[in-house]
């Protein structure tokens, strides 16, 4: 720039001195003095005046220029020092990187150690202090103790439950199948015609005593009338027959031998003897043995039916039915009792039964319901049943409760104490108490500090864990670039500063997911293993969360490079989530938490576990394409992507050199082949053997494979072994033009120059040898017809090189055996190695005899032999 603007300052000068010269050379002729000695001594000095102006005007601007270099010295100082900076910076990145680490993610670990108070609770004062102006501050301490009274005092908020409701339901149907499995065995009731004997007598004749009984038919069979005398008369149409209670009535039997009856229920006797012998008298004999029968019948049924219930009542430990009047209710009476105990037990629970009920309160409640749902005789059965199955059904709301607990709390005023000015807060030599530490915190006397002491201590072990990261990487060669150390530095810190932020589910899945997809799973195993070391340590976090956390960064931390798309990202990022939510429920089962109370909320923890470990696998998808391209990272999901034949690149190159495309095709199929048999990245290869020679779009038909049997440029237009080795050589500089422009990863242009090396353009090197011989005066150098290189610096590139140093001479073979073309591989494979091009590779020379038969292989594939069909005639 300054050149230029030398050069034109020079030039509008010189058109000056031209103008001046024109002007004295018109005078001279218009003098006609051109040929005498004074108009050439004028001539003479006309010179030396131009001379002497351009001396003066250079001399100028020299002067200005170093006017102007003592001006800018110290700006050029002030660049070359911040120039040597970067350099110094440049050359010691790494160190620079790694302070970098120590410092951010102890910042970001330790930010609670920033602002820490000199003076503590317990701690003795350094100095007296006094209250510089009044104020009313809040005893946190009193206050809190009220709120908690308030908390404890609150009436807690009750529910119905519908689990213990279905349970005492449940118990009281078995306790009425009971009931009415015992009085099944006791057959209907009443069993006869109740306007013949109403239902007391048949209650009677069915329940009384043997000899009672057997005395009763006595009665009947030696008696055609009713002979006896009552005191009484008998209700209906035997009151006048109705004995006294105080008479005795006898029994006439053979030698007039007479027995007495049974006082025990002697007017329930007298009324029994009087109903049957009335319906004698009013029907034939036949229904009256019928009668007879069907007493007989009931009595045997129900006793059958009370050692039922003696049996039952002895397996069972609740004593429901005994000395109770199940079996003396008639069938409608049952029905209706049944009816009635569901409905009052229904209305009982519907209002609730709260646990510490008082015994007689619930006898009240079940006597109220039993009185209006119930007959009359069967109350005290359905009470005996109502109290038996009835239990506590009320249980406490928790969240109600505690919603309830929190507004009472929130209407609770705090306790606040006023301070006047020049009160003494503490002395000197006192002991600070919580009250006291709560005033200097008001009046801002608490002094605090940066904890030094433990923030070195947090340093060195965060020194550490790096030094086991760096040891680690160096084991296994993994050859990370500061770039992606600077990248897992961020993805690193990302865990304690999400922390720090308050929330604790914070992104190991998304880290795992990122490190494992981008530089395998034992790097970051490596980062999330040791970030859940150190995080317990140095920051207050749960360790069930932490252990769950982590559980989910190592699943995606060993699957993540094994997975070739986005989709089965996208699902990983699925399982991980619900590995999260699985191994937090699961920890909380193994400690009895998710039996207590709260389950609910480790069901909810669990949720939300499982929600984040999805929510940030998601956001590191959506970053994963942006860090790729920003790191220039090679995953094998953007190697896959890559290898897409749909990609623009790709295209062009089929389209506009198909030989070229065919070429590459067959190159990646052998490069792939060997690659997976010598356990390299076959990704990386496949893709960079597709880009290795896009250069040969810059001009196609320099390349023979594209000519299609044309005729060839270099030997009818460009005739010239140099011009022709610089065409071939450009299609190296030309793709990596189009790699940059296209913003491939640098592993990928790597496979363009390196796939050549330093090889020689054999051919055109030939020609201008030959052309050298004929003509001495022409010199040969052998950089002219040589790439520029580099050499193969990895196995991939190395494999492809050999692979597209094969290829054209397996195109070559038509009837060859396989030995004829591994002898011809071998030698070229062997050329390569003796003219050191694959030094730097990694390749070893027994693994090129490996590669050459790889080769063959492939190349019997693609040219194994065909059937010989028969040649048809045309009519045919």
């Known amino acids: 720039m300054k050149t230029q603007q030398f050069l034109q300052s020079l030039t509008q000068q010189l058109r000056q001195w031209r103008r001046q010269y024109k002007v004295l050379c018109r005078k001279i002729r218009w003098l006609n003095v051109f040929s005498s000695p004074k108009s050439q001594s004028h001539n003479q000095k006309t010179y030396r005046i ?83 102006y009044s104020a009313s501050i809040e005893d946190q301490k009193q206050t809190e103790a009220k709120r908690k009274t308030v908390t404890t005092n609150s009436v807690p908020v009750l529910m119905i439950d519908a689990k213990k409701n279905e349970q005492i339901k449940k118990h009281l149907q078995r306790v009425i199948d009971e009931g009415n499995e015992i009085r099944a065995v006791a057959g209907s009731f009443p069993f006869f015609d109740i306007s013949v004997l109403p239902i007391p007598t048949q209650r009677y004749l069915r329940s009384c005593l043997e000899s009672e009984w057997q ?59 009087l109903e049957i012998d009335a319906y004698r008298l009013t029907t034939s004999e036949k229904d009256s043995s019928s009668l007879i029968t069907q ?45 009635g105990i569901h409905q009052s037990a229904e209305r009982i629970l519907t ?132 770039r992606d150390r600077l990248l897992i530095l961020l993805l690193a810190i990302s865990v304690p500063s999400v922390i720090a932020m308050g929330v604790q589910y914070t992104t190991w899945s998304a880290i795992g997911l990122l490190l494992g997809s981008f ?64 191994i937090y429920l699961l920890l909380n089962i193994i400690v009895g938490a998710a039996f207590r109370s709260s389950w609910y909320l480790v069901l909810q923890e669990s949720a939300f576990f499982a929600l984040s470990g999805l929510a940030w696998s998601i956001i590191a998808l959506g970053l994963s394409p942006y860090l790729e391209k920003l790191f220039d990272l090679t995953t094998p999901i953007r190697l896959a992507e890559l290898a897409n034949p749909n990609r623009p690149l790709l295209k062009r190159l089929a389209t506009e050199t198909p030989g070229t495309f065919q070429h590459t095709l067959f190159v990646a199929t052998l490069a792939e082949a060997a690659a997976k048999q010598l356990r390299c990245n076959v990704e990386l290869v496949r893709a960079g053997t597709l880009y290795h020679d896009i250069g040969k779009m810059h001009d196609p038909l320099g390349f023979i494979e594209n000519q299609m049997g044309g005729s060839n440029k270099h030997d009818t237009e460009i005739k010239d072994p ?79 090189m050999l692979a597209d140093s094969c290829e054209a001479a397996l195109r070559s073979l038509k009837d060859a055996t396989p030995e004829q073309a591994l002898s011809m591989l071998n030698n070229i494979l062997r050329a390569k190695w003796q003219d050191e091009q694959l030094i730097d590779s990694g390749l070893t020379r027994d693994e090129m005899s490996k590669i050459a038969q790889i080769f063959v292989d492939v190349w019997q594939q693609f040219h194994h032999k065909r059937i010989a069909y028969p040649k048809l005639k045309a009519g045919s």
């Open 722 to 800: 140099w011009k022709s080795a610089a065409i071939i050589k450009k299609h190296v500089t030309e793709g990596l033009v189009m790699a940059k422009k296209h913003s491939l990863p640098t592993a990928i242009q790597a496979f363009i120059p390196e796939h050549q090396g330093t090889m020689a353009i054999a051919y055109f090197y030939h020609q201008a040898q030959q052309m050298a011989k004929e003509d001495p005066t022409i010199t040969v150098d052998k950089a002219d017809f040589s790439y520029d290189g580099p050499i193969p610096q990895s196995r991939e590139t190395g494999i492809v």
């Open 351 to 482: 209002q609730g039964l709260p646990s510490g009920l008082p015994r007689r309160i619930l006898e009240d409640a079940v006597s109220l319901q039993v009185q209006v749902s119930v007959p009359g005789e069967a109350e005290s059965l359905a009470t005996k049943v109502l109290l038996t199955v009835l239990k506590p059904n009320l249980t406490q709301d928790k969240e109600q409760t505690k919603q309830q607990a929190q507004q009472a709390v929130e209407k609770v005023s705090s306790v606040m104490v006023d301070v006047r000015r020049g009160e003494v807060i503490v002395k000197k030599g006192e002991r600070i108490t919580e009250w006291k530490f709560d005033v200097l915190e008001e009046y801002h006397l608490i002094r605090r500090q940066v904890n030094w002491l433990n923030l070195i201590g947090l340093a060195g072990l965060v020194s550490v864990a790096i030094g086991i990261f760096v040891w680690l990487e160096r084991r296994i060669d993994s050859q990370l670039r500061e």
């Open 519 to 582: 530089y395998g799973s034992i790097l970051a195993v490596t980062v999330v293993g040791l970030l859940s070391l150190i995080l317990p340590i140095t920051i207050e976090i749960s360790k069930m969360g932490l252990l769950a956390g982590a559980a989910g960064g190592i699943l995606s931390s060993c699957v993540a490079q094994r997975l070739r798309s986005r989709e089965e990202l996208a699902l990983l990022g699925i399982f991980t989530a619900l590995t999260q939510g699985g």
């Open 295 to 339: 007493i007989s019948e009931s009595r045997k049924k129900y006793f059958q039916a009370n050692a039922k219930l003696l049996q039952i009542e002895n397996e069972s430990s609740e004593r429901v039915y005994v000395e109770t009047s199940l079996l003396e209710l008639s069938d409608q009476n049952w029905a209706e009792t049944q009816k």
């Open 50 to 132: 131009i001379l002497k102006n351009l001396l003066l005007y250079l001399l100028s601007k020299t002067d200005q220029k170093r006017h102007r270099k003592r001006t800018l010295a110290p700006k050029s100082t002030a660049k070359s020092l911040r120039n040597k900076v970067f350099c110094w910076l440049h050359e010691k990145r790494s160190s620079v990187i790694l302070v970098m680490a120590i410092v951010s993610l102890t910042g970001v670990m330790g930010h609670q150690l920033y602002n820490q108070p000199q003076m503590k609770v317990g701690t003795i004062a350094p100095q007296t202090f006094i209250a510089p």
């Open 215 to 273: 005395q009763l038919l006595v009665t009947l069979e030696n008696t055609q009338k009713p002979y006896l005398k009552f005191s009484k008369p008998k209700l209906g149409q035997a009151a006048k027959k109705i004995p006294s209670k105080s008479s005795t009535p006898t029994v006439q039997q053979g030698n007039n031998q007479i027995f007495p009856a049974s006082p025990s229920h002697l007017l329930e006797f007298n009324q029994a003897l």
